[in-house]
């Protein structure tokens, strides 16, 4: 007979599901029950529609990671290339090495989803 899986029990895992005991097997289902509450409430990214996460629902974020993540990388290939239209001199040439080529993946603010929000 499998022991239940959660550290430190001692009790016979009921043999279907998921290893636990009838005791940790109960906890499993009130916890399940309680993220799908929790769940549902959360927003969908404004973009592709994937439910946020709990942490990025609490902090307002419109977007999903991934999304934020996509469109972080368009806005520097943007940037990088109207900025290159931009440069006159060497100095500014070696600034925009340095900004771009040097460091490319730099961010340049945490606080994306708002911005992108307006
Ligand atoms: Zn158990
Ligand atoms: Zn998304």
Known sequence: MPQCKKDGCREPALPTGKRYCVSHMAEYLRKQKEY???SATLRC???CGTKLTKTGHDRGDLYCASCVQRYEA???EIEKSSSFETVETVDDLKQWIR???LWPN???TSRWSVWWAL
């Open 36 to 38: 799908a509450a929790v």
């Open 45 to 47: 990214c404004a973009s």
């Open 74 to 76: 368009r806005q520097v």
């Open 99 to 101: 900004r771009y080529m």
């Open 106 to 108: 730099k961010k340049f």
